[in-house]
Each structure stands twice: as structure tokens, then as C-alpha cells.
């Protein structure tokens, strides 16, 4: 995993970063402290300087790094509101692909275009990805965070909601502190603690940062965003990115199209695609190859075939508004059109509660098997096509209000 936050303070950047949630594996650590304090912090680190000895942190690294560490409420107020946060994709997008961020890209491909010539020569990955992550995760650099990286694990840790997952990467970060890649005072990013011009995680860091320039540690934190730019093609690359390939494109559906093919991943060559009608947007024929068709916004709305690199993308962030939002900035930052397609905009997000509700309610009617939690992964999904397809509807899928009152 690499970013677990989007955002790195207040700015453009950070208002979108609230729009996708965070994506951290579940640690399964018992129950939240809901009532953290800095006495309970401090008492916290006293007992994690002994695991953090034994993991290989010195005692002069651990005493200088966690010096000015301190509870940072907010932090938990953040990592509380994510799974309250719902926003529809394109709301999302309409911020992540703004034509304010399009110009920001290309006036960065001016400025950074031989760099991101050589990074894209070198690993292999489209210069213009690189760019939109650049431009989603740091407006450019513009907004890289200034919150306490270790402050920010810690803090995170000994919340204990996902205590195990934080401290790991404390220690990473103190191994990176020991390592004297970045002074204490200079390791600072987001709220969960991802860092620099394109918000690695300090694990992260230690496996696939890398040097443009090939000399000393990478450099990630400072104003010159090469070897951040490097790592992120590096981390893309590591991730199984086909070099001269795309990560998707829209494509127009043919009437009576079976929408029960679309949404569980599964690919197929492009020809078969075509076969059953699909094209792309001006009518023209799908390339050569095998994808997957997603419908982000179900029936409706946009849709995607989807191909190898869209999962390299998702290495970064696994939340399909964030892959989208990356491949088409950096297609329009290339002179790419906007979508053809329009989105559902009379539609609204559910809430927690409703995702709950909807989940508990597919249970009753014998077609979920998850957990209800809120959280819209590929159980739910198959569990609303099931019911839309028991009850006539059209199988996309898509959690709607719609499908809640029917469930009701």
C-alpha cells in the first residue's frame, strides 16, 4: 500500500482527498480509544520504545525522533469522519479533474518536461500519470502536509482502531530517521502519515523510493520533486504497469446491453467486446487486447473498459473515483477530451447509516453474505445485482436510493 490520505493540507488538494476514502488494511485491534489524551499518548510510547528497540530503532534515533511527538486530536477526528464521508463519483471528479487542475498539469509538464521524459524513459510509465498522481496527491507539490509525521503515527497507533497497521509504520518512519534520508524536523505529510510530493507511506518509502539522480537517500520531502516523481513511476512500474498501454477508455453500450457482464473485473479481449456491441464514444472500434467493463455509477452513467495498468493504478488507492480521476487528468493534461457520457447528477450519495440499512436488508432477503458495515465492495455490489435482477430491474449493481426503497 502506499497512500493511505490523499490530502497534505488545505487545499484543493485536501478537499478531494475527503471525497475517496482512505484504503488501510483492517488491523483487527480491539476497541477505540475514544477518549485519547496526551498523558495516555505519552504512557503509550513509554511501552512501544521497548518494541521499537527490539525491531533495530537505536536508542539515539528513537529519543531524537520521538522527541516532539504529541497527541494530535484532529487526527482522530479525521480518521473517524472517513467512513461517515460519502461523495458521489462525480463530484468527486468534478473537483479531482477541474480545468483548473488541467492547467496546473500542463504548466508542470513545461516546467518538469524533460524530467518526466527521462522518468517515463527510464521506468517505463506514462509521464502524464505520473503528473495527475503529482497533481491529486500534492497539487503539484504545491501542498505536501506539514503535520508531524511521527506525531501523526503515533497518535494513530495508540488510538488502536488500526493500532498494529500505525505502529509499523512508525517504526518504518523511525527507520527512515535512522537512516538519515530526512532530518526530524523536515519528516512531515498528511494526517495518516503519508509524505512528500506524492504522499508515500514511510513502508512504503523504505521498499520503493528511489534516487533519479542514483546518489545518497530519495528525497521526497524537499522542493526538487525528482526523486518523489521517480519513486511514483518507480512504485507503478513495481506494480505491474504495461509500458504503452492505457489505463482505460470510456465506451458507448449498445441498447438491451446485458449489464450483468459489467462489474465483477473479470476481462475479456476487446474483440469479444465488440462483439456484443460495445465501442467507443464517437462509434469507432475498440484496440486490440482484453478489458474489463465498469460502470462507476451504474447503468446510467459513464462506462469503462478497464485494463492492466487500471490495477497498477489502484496499487496506490484502491478506490475506483481515485484510478478514474488519475488516468483521465493525465488524459486530459495529454489535449484528451472530457467524457461524452454524462453522469447521473439527480442521483445522491448514501449514507453510512443507509449503506448499513441496505446491507442488513440484502441480508434478510437471502442475497449478501457480508457483514453490514457500510463499507460498498464486490459483496454488496453482487448482492444488489442479484436483487435487481430477482425484482426486473436492470443488474448494474449500483447501490442506489432507488434500490434501498425497494429493499424497504
Known amino acids: 500500500?502506499?497512500?493511505?490520505?490523499?490530502?497534505?493540507?488545505?487545499?484543493?488538494?485536501?478537499?478531494?482527498?475527503?471525497?475517496?476514502?482512505?484504503?488501510?488494511?483492517?488491523?483487527?485491534?480491539g476497541d477505540v480509544i475514544e477518549n485519547g489524551s496526551e498523558a495516555g499518548l505519552q504512557a503509550w510510547i513509554a511501552g512501544f520504545r521497548g518494541r521499537a528497540l527490539a525491531a533495530g530503532i537505536s536508542a539515539e534515533t528513537f529519543d531524537a525522533g520521538m522527541a516532539r511527538v504529541h497527541f494530535l486530536p484532529a487526527v482522530i477526528e479525521r480518521d473517524r469522519k472517513q467512513d461517515e464521508f460519502t461523495r458521489t463519483i462525480w463530484d468527486y471528479l468534478d473537483r479531482a479533474v477541474s480545468e483548473d487542475r488541467i492547467a496546473a498539469g500542463q504548466k508542470a509538464l513545461r516546467a518538469h518536461g524533460l524530467l518526466l521524459y527521462q522518468i517515463e524513459a527510464r521506468y517505463g510509465v506514462d509521464k502524464h500519470v505520473v503528473l495527475a498522481i503529482w497533481g491529486l496527491e500534492s497539487a503539484y507539490g504545491a501542498v505536501r502536509g506539514d503535520i508531524e509525521t511521527p506525531s501523526a503515527l503515533a497518535t494513530l497507533a495508540y488510538d488502536t482502531r488500526r493500532g498494529a497497521f500505525f505502529e509499523a509504520e512508525l517504526i518504518a518512519a523511525l527507520q527512515i530517521l535512522q537512516s538519515g534520508a530526512v532530518k526530524p524536523d523536515d519528516m512531515a505529510g498528511s494526517w495518516a502519515g503519508a509524505m512528500g510530493h506524492t504522499q508515500f507511506m514511510p513502508s512504503s518509502y523504505l521498499k520503493l523510493a528511489v534516487t533519479f539522480a542514483g546518489k545518497g537517500k530519495p528525497d521526497i520531502w524537499g522542493d526538487d520533486p525528482s526523486?518523489?516523481?521517480?519513486?511514483?513511476?518507480?512504485?507503478?512500474?513495481?506494480?505491474?504497469?504495461?509500458?504503452?498501454?492505457?489505463?482505460?477508455?470510456?465506451v458507448?453500450?449498445?441498447?438491451?446491453?446485458?449489464?450483468?457482464?459489467?462489474?465483477?473485473?473479470?476481462?475479456?479481449?476487446?474483440?469479444?467486446?465488440?462483439?456484443?456491441?460495445?465501442?467507443?464514444?464517437?462509434?469507432?472500434?475498440?484496440?486490440?487486447g482484453w478489458g474489463a467493463l465498469l460502470l462507476p455509477a451504474g447503468a446510467r452513467g459513464p462506462a469503462f473498459l478497464v485494463y492492466d495498468n487500471f490495477a497498477a493504478i489502484e496499487a496506490y488507492n484502491k478506490a475506483d473515483s481515485y484510478v478514474i480521476a488519475v488516468g483521465h487528468l493525465a488524459d486530459r493534461i495529454a489535449g484528451g477530451a472530457a467524457f461524452k457520457a454524462t453522469w447521473p447528477r439527480d442521483l445522491r450519495a448514501l449514507t453510512l447509516d443507509e449503506r448499513r440499512e441496505m446491507q442488513s436488508l440484502l441480508l434478510r432477503a437471502g442475497v449478501y453474505a457480508g457483514t453490514p458495515d457500510g463499507k460498498v465492495g464486490p459483496l454488496t455490489i453482487a448482492a444488489v445485482k442479484a436483487f435487481q435482477r430477482k425484482h426486473g430491474m436492470v443488474p448494474d449493481g449500483y447501490p442506489s436510493l432507488e434500490i434501498l426503497q425497494a429493499l424497504r
Open 1 to 29: 500500500m502506499l497512500c493511505v490520505a490523499l490530502e497534505a493540507g488545505a487545499s484543493v488538494a485536501q478537499e478531494i482527498a475527503e471525497d475517496v476514502p482512505e484504503v488501510v488494511a483492517s488491523a483487527g485491534d
Open 227 to 250: 526523486d518523489a516523481l521517480a519513486s511514483t513511476a518507480a512504485y507503478l512500474a513495481n506494480a505491474g504497469w504495461k509500458n504503452g498501454g492505457r489505463w482505460g477508455d470510456e
Open 252 to 288: 458507448r453500450l449498445p441498447a438491451g446491453f446485458d449489464y450483468d457482464l459489467a462489474g465483477d473485473r473479470t476481462q475479456k479481449p476487446l474483440s469479444a467486446w465488440a462483439a456484443l456491441g460495445v465501442t467507443l464514444p464517437d462509434g469507432g472500434a475498440l484496440g486490440t
